[in-house]
């Protein structure tokens, strides 16, 4: 099992969450779990309990914490500690051409601030089958009970003595796909469908009509220009479903970009491309937006890693009180970790992190930053301790006729950390 106490970064999930950064809480959670899932060698040595030919591997992780802006305020800023129990098990079935994985996270805080408190849970599940060379099919689903810290997307700008709860809310996406070309023939074509639902459990009166579903059949193909280099081109087409349908619109995205093998040092992809949305309402023109992701890594020693993500696209999971409620926000979000093993017992995880949130006039722009470092040592083969640090912020910015001031929202913060990491 595994035990840990640590600084806990979960940083805003990738541009679906709001464009804000998340509490610098959620951002230190990220980055004690990027340690414990970057760190190869702990996790190589973890016991799994067998279930006839298959693998449980169990773990407990407790996170304490020390912030000095509970509410993400500008001014009048409240100090607060937590506590957080993490426990987690992940099951894999791996017989020749089949794959099965699931895995539970779970997520409870308990702050000397209550109304900062919260309990999330985390389903995945996936499996992928390669029943000829030429054929593979894949297909998963999560889902995830969650919610969005006091001062981020909805309560952006909320106060110390504020009567409101922090918005909840049940993620579901399901994903499968189709390939049909052996892994190093010259052509693969790939086709497959998404769908993503967002359902708010609370605050009503801000969430309501927030609600969305999205539906995305695509299709790629890939073509071998090297031994270890695929030139990709990508169509999807997205329905886009809100509770308020006057923000309903349909996106028609052409991507091209390359996939890398890990060979060598360095790997991943990365696709660029436009997204055209028409929406629902008659009264909306269509619009184009420039798209991007990323998703790759340098590797100059066997001990030392760095990873790039990055992605660029629209928003449906934006708010706050101070929005109109149709307006379309863009997000930007950019991610570089830096994995260093300085022995066998001693490593060390950095991140840097930058978002921004684009919408037009009279919305307000914002923009984030998070900086942490978390070093790590290794006592035993199962056990492991380590202090962390984090800082992040977050900056707004409007447009000479905004109607509307965030300015106030504004903030600093500082986490620290303790924690404590044991394996079976």
């Known amino acids: 099992m595994v035990m840990t106490i640590s600084s806990p970064p979960k940083l805003s999930q990738t541009v679906a969450e709001s464009g804000v950064l998340r509490s610098c809480v959620a951002a230190l959670v990220l980055s004690g779990l990027l340690s414990a899932q970057s760190a190869l060698a702990q996790q190589a040595n973890e016991i799994p309990i067998k279930i006839g030919e298959t693998n449980l591997f169990p773990s407990l992780r407790l996170d304490y914490t020390q912030s000095d802006n509970a509410f993400l305020q500008s001014t009048d800023t409240v100090e607060t500690t937590g506590f957080l129990i993490k426990p ?12 099965l994985v699931a895995r539970y996270d779970g997520e409870y805080g308990v702050y000397s601030e209550s109304a900062l408190d919260y309990a999330d849970h985390e389903f995945n599940a996936r499996a992928t089958a390669e029943y000829t060379s030429r054929k593979r099919i894949d297909g998963g689903g999560r889902i995830k009970f969650s919610h969005q810290p006091l001062g981020t997307n909805f309560t952006r700008g909320v106060v110390a003595n504020s009567t409101l709860d922090q918005v909840e809310f049940i993620d579901v996406n399901l994903d499968g796909s189709f390939t049909y070309g052996a892994k ?46 695929r030139a990709l081109a990508e169509l999807r087409l997205t329905s886009v479903s809100f509770g308020a349908s006057a923000r309903d619109r349909t996106d028609l995205s052409l991507l091209g ?23 629902a309402a008659s009264n909306r023109d269509d ?10 890594f340098y590797e100059p020693a066997s001990f ?43 490593y060390h995880v950095a991140n840097l992190n930058y978002s921004t949130e684009e919408r037009d006039c009279p919305n307000i722009d914002i923009e984030g930053t998070v900086a942490g470092l978390e070093m790590n040592f290794v006592i035993r083969r199962w056990l492991e301790a380590g202090v962390s640090f984090n800082a992040n912020a977050r900056a707004t910015s409007e ?9 106030d929202t504004d903030y600093d913060r500082q986490v620290m950390g303790v924690h404590i990491r044991a394996t079976l």
């Not at 987690?88 to 794959?99: E, T, Y």
């Not at 890990?262 to 997204?275: D, E, I």
């Not at 447009?399 to 300015?407: F, L, P, R, V, Y």
């Open 184 to 229: 190093k023939a010259r052509g693969n074509l790939e086709f497959g469908l998404k769908f993503d639902y967002r359902s708010y459990q609370n605050n009503a009166e801000l969430t309501s009509g927030s609600d969305f579903a999205n539906f995305t059949p695509y299709g790629v193909f890939s073509l071998r220009i090297s031994e270890d280099t």
């Open 257 to 279: 970009g390359m996939s890398f093998a890990a060979t060598g040092k360095s790997g991943g992809a990365f696709r660029v491309g436009s997204l055209i949305s028409n929406f």
């Open 287 to 296: 619009t184009t937006t420039f798209v991007a992701e990323a998703d790759l």
């Open 399 to 407: 447009c000479a006729t905004a109607e509307n001031s965030e300015t």
């Open 88 to 99: 987690s098990a992940r099951w894999v079935a791996d017989r020749r051409l089949l794959s």
């Open 304 to 346: 030392s890693r760095f990873d790039l993500t990055a992605q660029r696209a629209i928003k449906n999971d934006s708010g706050s009180p101070l929005s109109t409620d149709d307006a379309l926000s863009i997000g930007t979000d950019i991610r570089l970790k830096w994995t260093h093993n300085w022995s066998s017992r001693v």
